[in-house]
T-cell receptor
Framework: AQSVSQHNHHVILSEAASLELGCNYS??????LFWYVQYPGQHLQLLLK??????LVKGIKGFEAEFIKSKFSFNLRKPSVQWSDTAEYFC?????????FGDGTTLTVKP | DAGVIQSPRHEVTEMGQEVTLRCKPI?????LFWYRQTMMRGLELLIY????????DSGMPEDRFSAKMPNASFSTLKIQPSEPRDSAVYFC?????????????FGEGSRLTVL
């Protein structure tokens, strides 16, 4: 069974700080990888995705993630966070139609 | 496309009452998922369907919960009888599974409060 581990449960940053959220998964086959974001009071929305090609993928709002196959990792990064990035971030792995989510990381950005 | 449509958006009910949550997936999507989200337990997968057939219902908490997908454009999640601990936001999501990337499209959620 596949599993997803997000290392940080809650991250607090000041505006303009750099962000990196860790994500590791435990499935050895071919997977598609996703980061979703959930703004307060809203539903989950896709931030970015990887399924093949360049392991460095760029998403919306300046976010990017790097797939490192040898480390089973798909870490999310942003060079300079904004107050509006305050949200919960979920890493997910999809294989054969089924998605497995990490526990989520709550990001709080202080103005 | 209208996206995944859920109803009701909010429901307040009393313990012991039956609750039915509804979901209309995106047309053409062949996978449908029901999730529950609470502060304590986070995001939990309850059940998912492929081509209207339930594939994995191991996340359904107990027999009080049931889900159906009578056709490709409609699914229900029923709780009978409801209990206060069922209070949560219930999300429906759909995706193009094996023929797509597996990206999930979520509905706005149904916020359930059981008094």
């Amino acid at each position: 069974a596949q599993s997803v581990s997000q290392h940080n449960h809650h991250v607090i940053l000041s505006e303009a700080a750099s962000l990196e959220l860790g994500c590791n998964y435990s499935y050895g086959g071919t997977v598609n990888l996703f980061w979703y974001v959930q703004y307060p009071g809203q539903h989950l929305q896709l931030l970015l995705k990887y399924f093949s090609g360049d392991p460095l993928v760029k998403g919306i709002k300046g976010f990017e993630a790097e797939f490192i196959k040898s480390k089973f990792s798909f870490n999310l990064r942003k060079p300079s966070v904004q107050w509006s990035d305050t949200a919960e971030y979920f890493c997910a792995v999809t294989n054969a139609g089924k998605s497995t989510f990490g526990d989520g990381t709550t990001l709080t950005v202080k103005p | 496309d209208a996206g995944v449509i859920q109803s009701p958006r909010h429901e307040v009910t009393e313990m012991g009452q039956e609750v039915t949550l509804r979901c209309k997936p995106i047309s053409g999507h062949d996978y449908l998922f029901w999730y529950r989200q609470t502060m304590m337990r986070g995001l939990e997968l309850l059940i998912y369907f492929n081509n209207n057939v339930p594939i994995d219902d191991s996340g359904m908490p107990e027999d009080r919960f049931s889900a159906k997908m009578p056709n490709a454009s409609f699914s229900t999640l029923k709780i009978q009888p409801s209990e206060p601990r069922d209070s949560a936001v219930y999300f429906c999501a759909s995706s193009l599974g094996t023929s797509g990337t597996g990206e999930l499209f979520f509905g706005e959620g149904s916020r359930l409060t059981v008094l």
